[in-house]
């Protein structure tokens, strides 16, 4: 599954357990809860964010920078 999906149920208000428990219903690997933190502390890296809440921020603004420049 890739990150964008993950980062949509999380928008959708998912927790982490519940993301891992739809992953393994989906029979898809890893799907771990372990495997989901490891994830978002990378892409936590990644930006640059030093919170969660910093981190939807940062990809809000990117998916609304995206939707702005594909008009």
Partial sequence: MSEDKIIKLLMKGRTLPEISEYLKEKNVRPSSLSYLEK?????????????????????????????????
Wanted: proline share 0%; hydrophobic share 40%; glycine share 6%.
């Fill in 39 to 71: 994830l978002l502390k990378a892409m936590k890296d990644e930006h640059k964010a030093k919170t969660m809440f910093h981190l939807g921020a940062i990809l809000s603004t990117k998916a609304i920078t995206k939707k702005g420049l594909k008009k």
